[in-house]
């Protein structure tokens, strides 16, 4: 018989050692094609959800349409610059009621749960804010003002410049006191009334989207368990009169099953994190159910070393877009407490 050309052998012994090879694997039990381990995978959320820019920015313009707000909330307050240490103990949870009205008018009042009793009430006009801290002994009480805009160094209590952690009942009310002292009412109107989308030339936007992984906070989903979530991301520049753009805000659209505003971030003319703020559990709001809006809403302020949660206990019940007078919204000394004025405070100590 003639033997094979050369060009007819080469297949045939290719294809015999594939054989070969794939018997050795299969004998010595190669975890290459075996068995292999199960790695659990975080599940992306699905339907995501397709949106323009221009949606986007009806959105947040849809949130910015209230004009004013007022109903009772619980509050959750975290000072971060001790953990939760000082507020967390004796006033981590209190009642409260709230009222706000464009342009940055706040009037809040915290009350300890189930009494009858105010801990603390603060108010800005806009410009200026008045906290009145009413707990506590006679020496942590006071009356703070100062200004919006001004930036303050952190109020001390009693002379002490950080919480003496091994004593926690002498922390528990100084650092209350103190934590209220430096929490301000305006940081809560910049949360819960949205400024609308700037459309003029001094500002343009740009969308991207995103995803997370984050813990699963479905009802029905597991313990420890994590997903990944689609986000759409609008952000907000101001036109800068030099060669860089100056990033404003930032928000982040969840896109699982709909469009819906799933946080706000703000920043400063350095490009530090101001506020971060956090929406959840979308309600009916008021009698008719006319409005839509986040019933949780969650504030953090890296620089001024606070988060503070709230929530509206009865949307239903809340009142909207009802005009209220300017002078609601300025806290009077009707307490005769020590007042400490920043401003006069921040002249002297230039």
Request: charged fraction near 30%.
């Amino acid at each position: 018989m003639r033997s094979p050309s050369s060009a007819t052998r080469w297949p045939i012994r290719f294809a015999i050692s594939l054989v070969f090879l794939a018997s050795i694997l299969v004998e010595t039990g190669c975890g290459l094609f075996g068995a292999s381990k199960k790695v659990q995978v975080p599940q992306l959320l699905t339907p995501l959800a397709e949106a323009e820019k221009s949606q986007l920015i009806n959105e947040v313009n849809r949130i910015a349409s209230l004009q004013s707000i007022h109903g009772r909330v619980d509050i959750e307050f975290e000072d971060t610059s001790f953990a939760e240490a000082g507020i967390a103990e004796k006033y981590k949870q209190a009642d409260g009621q709230v009222t706000l009205q464009r342009p940055g008018k706040v009037y809040l009042i915290v009350k300890v749960p189930f009494i009858a009793t105010d801990i603390a009430q603060m108010t800005s006009d806009g410009e200026h804010f008045r906290v009145a801290v009413l707990q506590g002994d006679e020496k942590y009480r006071r009356f703070v003002k100062g200004t919006n805009d001004a930036v303050y160094q952190k109020l001390e209590v009693n002379g002490t410049t950080g919480p003496d952690k091994s004593n926690k009942k002498t922390m528990n009310e100084k650092e209350t006191v103190s934590a209220l002292s430096n929490l301000r009412p305006q940081h809560l109107t910049d949360a819960l009334l949205i400024d609308p989308v700037k459309t003029a030339d001094s500002h343009f936007y740009s969308q991207s989207e995103f995803y997370l992984e984050e813990s699963d906070t479905r009802k029905q989903a597991k313990k420890g368990s994590r997903v990944v979530r689609g986000y759409y991301v609008l952000e907000e520049f101001s036109r800068p009169e030099s060669d860089t753009a100056v990033l404003r805000r930032r928000f982040w659209f969840d896109r699982v099953s709909g469009i819906r505003l799933a946080r706000l971030q703000t920043f400063d003319d350095k490009g530090r994190l101001i506020t971060e703020v956090a929406y959840w559990d979308e309600k009916p709001f008021g009698e008719t159910a006319q409005l839509r809006l986040p019933s949780r809403i969650e504030i953090t302020r890296p620089h001024d070393q606070y988060k503070l949660s709230i929530t509206y206990q009865t949307p239903a019940s809340v009142e909207l877009n009802k005009e209220y007078r300017a002078e609601a919204f300025v806290l009077e000394n009707r307490w005769e407490l020590r007042e400490v004025d920043l401003d006069a405070r921040q002249d002297k100590n230039p």
